[in-house]
């Protein structure tokens, strides 16, 4: 049965996404009740409550559902043949902040396009599967794509075990979460002994490209590479009535110094550099700040330019520090680098993108979409380094996310799931 | 009985000092016992063990102990005739990172005052105090000078009653936490209803200038001025990945400008401008931060120059905000400034400075002693707007304070209890 003829059910999905957002809506922008962004840490309770309406919705289309050592969820509708599955994946937790289609609008469409075999009577030649990877955000546990890259071998489930969240008054680790909530599965976490065969993910932009050039799909081609690192400042615990300004060692002075710096150096070098926490003690009114540390979130488009940012980083922020509080007779202070996470650059499968973009232009004409890189890493990251991938964008308005104003038209998602259907079935029947 | 005639027991000052550090003895810098900070938060648990430690002490004096609604203890040991007691008043609680003698140097010195008296059999003409101030730090309840101020009818108790702690991860009120540790009095916290004649202040001067001057004993003769504010800075939630530098409204990157344009302020108009708390949201690695809140301390040895740092500071920090994120498509910020508290630049007592200057130069010469102003507020600014009040500075080692190695040696502080005994019978005898 050729793709075209497959019947959709218009409006399912949108229906879906705003039903599946009553597991953590919040932030309400608007009046309508689908106005609201979504909060939904990872392993949090309300994670646990969309992962079990997950489970049950899949298993009614008759999928076997694996649930691996951390947490990732595989959904797997049969095909004609046994093999690998053909996966679509990407994931349903959240930002605190966040809105209701950043992961989500791929994980449900991924849904919407089984049920749509479901109705049709459809059978792919091979397994086609679901996945939804645990978080992928790095919010609540300061690691973004977490669970897909010890899928992908990038990282052993050992070490992520042991994070700690940063969201919880009370920091907990990710093992403890998993097992509160009921998701430490028996599969291993490993693309050997859970293969699959392929990843396709559909994703909002979350960046303002595909609206200021009008176009409706992205044909993501790779994604820039970025690194976290944790910055920590240490200077001395003075009184700030009657420490002269030359002899301080204000640690948050030079920590403001070097978050005003680091945007500086992603200017000169055409990168992206942004500090999105920063924690300091002893957190007095009057006492100066003897020790700050800092989030530093580096991207460039390729990993040579982004090995060139953290080196000016690193040389800057180190001059910064010696120099002290800025005159002759202040104190050095110290600064130090903890390396937490990077994704290097990502080029994305030929095969894939072809069957995306045939997909699209067919779907909306060749003027209508672009191809394009990505500025925010995704699951597909870890994917890519082990099997062939390909990703679609649909437009964000505005180009927010991480927001809870975060949106795309109903029609926008609808275009995305279907082009993610068609490129689905071509490399099925590839 | 001439003040010279009193024997004194040398070295029983410094032991109580050790002795009480045992209240919340904390982050060791030494080998020693006694090598530690102390810390001891304002109506915690730890703060309420010294409070009633002190009630025992000056119980077993003779004292009557009154302790008034905002938990201000006065002990008064009885003189020969009745009236308004001549009182030694200064703080035992601590900041988070705090030494051993902040405040306490200053109403343990007056507890050896009374022991002195009792040791000697010695009666003053009038009743002789010592105060145990609540809450002078701020650091716990972001408000120094706390409860003398509201006794001083600077402030209302209400006005204070409701004031949340910032220390604890579940703020509670100091109400709550008055009752709590059982120091919510029925004494009026009034200088009228429960009025004393004069106030002594003896304080480390937690700065450098006695120090690198050799000086013996400060005759402080007044304060600078200062003023907090909490600075709000919005901008807006967006991904670290996908929103170009040029499009961003980050609250931290405006935030930084701030705190490094404040320093700068603060060098041209030779005065203090200091940052120690700041909270940002949503504190998330890969979001660009919506809300900054910061703590602003500003100084100025005279009201004037204080007014001229905050017009200045207002003028520039709107102008950064305006600005944006440097460039001409980036989106303006807000910012806000909340008002906190201000302390006016305060003139001593001549009275009062005349009895702490004979004292101190007829025991250590006038060439080791020298008239100055204090950098930090103390409670004897609150009580100096309705009393007679004079004050005393001991030199700290390396101008060190708010911070556990905060150190004095064990003649410098019976220098200034011995300045402190002398002055106050000085006082009782005018
Ligand atoms: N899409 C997305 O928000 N991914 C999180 C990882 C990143 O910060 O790029
Ligand atoms: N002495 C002292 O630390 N006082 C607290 C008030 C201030 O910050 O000056």
């Not at 081609?221 to 301080?248: C, D, E, F, M």
């Not at 994704?343 to 979409?369: D, R, T």
């Not at 927001?403 to 490129?423: I, V, W």
Request: charged share 25%; hydrophobic share 35%; aromatic share 8%.
């Amino acid at each position: 049965m050729p793709a075209k003829a497959l019947t959709i059910a218009p409006g399912r999905l949108i229906k879906t996404i705003h039903e599946t957002a009553q597991f953590g809506a919040k932030f309400a922008w608007g009046s309508a009740s689908t106005e609201t962004g979504v909060c939904r840490l990872a392993l949090s309770d309300e994670d646990k409550k969309v992962k079990d309406w997950f489970y049950e919705e899949t298993k009614k289309l008759g999928c076997e559902i694996k649930i691996d050592e951390v947490g990732n969820m595989f959904a797997i509708y049969p095909g004609k043949n046994t093999g690998p599955p053909t996966c679509m994946g990407s994931h349903l937790d959240t930002q605190p902040t966040g809105g209701r289609y950043d992961g989500i609008l791929g994980v449900l469409s991924g849904l919407e396009v089984l049920r749509t075999f479901k109705d049709n009577g459809f059978t792919p030649n091979y397994p086609v599967g679901v996945i939804n990877w645990m978080n992928e955000e790095g919010a609540r546990f300061p690691q973004s794509l977490m669970a897909s890259s010890v899928w992908a071998g990038l990282q052993t489930k050992e070490e992520i075990y042991k994070m700690e969240s940063v969201t919880d008054s009370k920091p907990v680790t990710v093992k403890h979460e998993l097992e509160r909530i009921g998701y430490l599965g028996d599969i291993p976490a490993n693309y050997e002994a859970n293969p699959i065969a392929a990843h396709f993910e559909l994703h909002i932009e979350q960046g303002p490209i595909l609206e200021e050039q009008k176009k409706e799909i992205g044909i993501v081609v790779g994604v820039q590479a970025y690194v976290w690192y944790n910055v920590i400042v240490k200077g001395k615990a003075q009184h700030t009535g009657t420490t002269p300004l030359n002899s301080r060692a204000d640690a948050l002075l030079t920590a403001s110094q070097m978050v005003v710096k680091a945007n500086e150096i992603a200017h000169k070098n055409s990168g992206l550099c942004s500090v999105g926490i920063l924690n300091l003690e002893p957190a007095v009114a009057n006492v100066i700040p003897n020790k700050v540390s800092f989030t530093l979130d580096a991207r460039h488009e390729t990993d040579q330019g982004l090995a060139t940012i953290i080196n000016e980083l690193k040389e800057e922020f180190e001059l910064i520090a010696e120099k002290g509080n800025g005159s002759k007779t202040s104190k050095p202070l110290k600064v130090e680098f903890e390396h937490i996470y990077t994704s290097p650059a990502v080029h994305f499968n030929e095969k894939c993108i072809q069957c995306v973009e045939e997909s699209s232009n067919a779907l909306f004409g060749e003027e209508n979409c672009i191809k394009m890189i990505s500025g925010a890493g995704h699951d597909s990251c870890s994917t890519s380094a082990r099997v062939p991938t390909g990703f679609i964008f649909i437009p964000s308005k505005d180009g927010v996310s991480h927001n809870p104003e975060e949106y795309s038209t109903p029609e926008q998602c609808e275009n995305g799931f279907k082009t993610l259907l068609n490129a689905v079935i071509k490399y099925d029947e590839l």
